[in-house]
């Protein structure tokens, strides 16, 4: 990896535009009406609920088997690696982040390179899970991203012109960036990356304009947030879950950043796995007088004030955590058929679990994976009620002190869902889950924090559950927990959903199959091949009356990296860096 890191450089090019775009500036009500808008794409998610919906219907079930590439653009060079990310479309232009932190602005007509911005990443950095970038952020006259040294860029959209550049935490110590930024009233919103080193996890709010920090808010208890350049209050109470001095290198990582929303005004932020794996080492085993072992607030979800930074409540997915079960998977606000208003999240541990939108209360918990070992269930307070066998051993319980015993846990520290995020559909009133059937061999070691090393405290190895798929694309119903179809892959699935207002399921597979599925059945009704696997986030959009749809290729991210047994199964893969851009011709549009 050093070789291409010391290759990278910072670097803008231009090219004259086939067609000249507006440059409209983006406010805070373009991006708050992006879910509804057609024309463009300005936010991760295709609206900060992040549903992933489309309300068009000119691409349909009768006439997507008429859709046709129309272009394609390659990233080039020798910076494969995993393509994560979503492309964002505005004003006659694509933004799409790539590996390496990279950002190219395309021409939407002809697919040519307008501009591109190469980071110039340092030696050292300590990415966990591949060079990947998920995405960026529109608003005003810039867009902006993180990179892999753990900070965040604003660039001018018509030149990619370094307008800021800040630093959100020292990459030497492991952080670093990957996600989308999320932006609300002005502020640029991120988390951080770094899990796996014992960081510890934040969100930050920035002036979009100036890059000045305006909050700060840590996710593990017993650190202090800031505002306005000044202390506010402290995370949680200190060693309330936490024993010792283990909540300074706690973890829970805010990877994968956040959603908004608007009806209640609050951030919606996930936090990954506390540190180190070994939960024993946490005294998670059991709970101690005057501690309950929870190890909060890792591995949960956090309502947090826009404004303020202030947590507004909390709610843990896998408290005592001994998995690497992260609780960053996105959050969803839907309202159900009943008008009640409520947030769905489907997490690493297996069960897709609906809260209550006031105030992240448990209303229910199903799984959404066909084998859970780690758990019997989910208790009426939302809380997990464990297989205490089916937790790694306690290494200081064995003979020699150098390895706990070893279990078989499902799903695997991956997830029955990592990262790759679901969509909502309007219409069908189903969410679509991309989930992995499969489990690990697991084991507890002693460890010892030190920065900028890897802070884990156990072994695994990854396993398939089953012959035939391990990639599963889900229709569960959030009021019930079923299961209404199933597709099934034989590789992993490891990118984004998108569902439309035209009936239509889009998702790419790691063996490069661009797929459209009938929302309602399951059904294959459309698939292009793109010569890579596809771990991106499709998007789509409608320009002169007729619909594009656009989805970048790539293979890599965490499973050819971690995936012990399944990397192997799937190491025939290319890789690749190309985005594709698809539309229905006005005059096929009704041809069905």
């Known amino acids: 990896m050093n070789r291409f890191v010391m ?14 775009p507006v440059w409209a500036e983006v406010t805070e009500e373009d991006l708050a009406n992006d879910a509804a808008s057609t024309g463009d794409v300005l936010t991760n998610g295709m609206g900060r609920d992040l549903q992933r919906f489309s309300p068009l219907t000119t691409l349909n079930r009768d006439n997507v088997d008429n859709l046709v ?23 006659g232009m694509m933004y799409v982040t790539a590996s390496y932190s990279r950002i190219y602005a395309i021409d939407l007509e002809t697919g040519k390179e307008v501009w591109q911005y190469d ?42 012109d370094v307008v800021w550049n800040k630093k959100i935490a020292d990459y030497k110590e492991g952080y670093s960036y990957t996600a989308a930024p999320l932006i609300v009233d002005g502020l640029v919103i991120t988390g951080n990356s770094g899990g796996e080193f014992g960081i510890v ?84 085993g059991a ?36 998995w690497d079960y992260d609780g960053v998977n996105e959050v969803i606000a839907f309202t159900d058929a009943d008008g009640n208003m409520k947030y769905a999240t489907a997490d690493r541990n297996g069960y897709f679990y609906v809260l209550n939108r006031e105030d992240g ?44 015993e070893m279990v078989f846990a499902s799903p695997s520290f991956l997830g029955g869902k990592n990262w790759m995020p679901m969509a909502y559909s309007q219409n069908t009133g189903l969410f679509y889950v991309p989930s992995n059937e499969w489990g690990m061999d697991i084991w507890d070691e002693p460890v010892t924090y030190k920065a900028g090393a890897a802070y884990l405290g156990a ?47 889009f998702f790419g597979t790691p063996e490069g199959e661009f797929i459209a599925l009938d929302d309602t059945t399951g059904e294959k009704l459309w698939s292009f091949q793109t010569g890579s696997g596809i771990v ?25 990296l971690w995936g012990g047994e399944v990397a192997k199964k799937v190491n025939y893969l290319n890789q690749g860096g190309t985005v594709w851009t698809f539309k229905l011709p006005e005059a096929l549009a009704m041809a069905n």
Not at 129 to 146: L, S, T
Not at 362 to 382: L, Q, R
Not at 460 to 483: M, V
């Open 361 to 404: 209360a448990f209303i229910d918990a199903f799984p959404f994976v066909k084998d859970i070992t780690w758990a019997e269930g989910i208790d009426e307070n939302g809380r997990p009620i464990f297989n205490e066998d089916n937790r790694p051993g306690n290494p200081a319980d064995s003979v020699d002190g150098a390895r706990g």
């Open 201 to 284: 996890g934040e969100v930050q709010a920035r002036d979009a304009e100036t890059g000045e920090t305006v909050w700060t808010r840590p996710v593990i208890e017993g650190h202090m947030g800031t505002l306005n350049g000044e202390e506010s209050t402290m995370t949680g109470t200190l060693n309330a879950s936490w024993p010792g001095d283990m909540w300074k290198t706690g973890g829970g990582a805010t990877w994968l950043g956040g959603s908004y929303d608007a009806d209640t005004d609050t951030l919606v932020f996930g936090a990954g796995n506390p540190a180190p794996w070994n939960s024993h080492l946490r005294n998670a």
């Open 119 to 160: 980071a110039r990443l340092p030696e050292g950095i300590l990415p966990c899970c591949d060079v990947i970038n998920r995405g960026g952020a529109i608003y005003g006259n810039n867009i902006y991203f993180g990179t892999l040294d753990a900070r965040i860029v604003a660039l001018d959209l018509k030149t990619g």
């Open 536 to 560: 991106g986030q499709p998007v789509t959009w409608e320009a002169d009356g007729e619909q594009y749809v656009s989805v970048v290729s790539g293979w890599g991210g965490a499973v050819p």
């Open 287 to 322: 709970p101690t007088e005057g501690n309950t072992g929870d190890n909060l607030y890792a591995a949960s979800r956090l309502g947090i004030d826009p404004a303020t930074g202030e947590i507004k409540w909390h709610f843990q997915t896998t408290p005592r955590e001994g």
């Open 459 to 505: 072994g695994f190895t990854i396993k398939p559950n089953y012959e035939d798929h391990i990639g599963s694309l889900k229709a569960i119903d959030p009021q019930t927990g079923e299961w209404m179809w199933e597709y099934q892959n034989e590789a992993p699935l490891w990118g984004g959903v998108m569902t439309t207002a035209g009936g239509l399921v």
């Open 7 to 20: 290759a990278a450089c910072a670097m803008v090019t231009s090219a004259a535009m086939a067609t000249g």
């Open 69 to 91: 590439p129309v272009w394609a653009f390659s990233f080039g060079g020798e910076k494969q690696r995993g393509q994560e990310t979503q492309p964002l479309i505005h004003d």
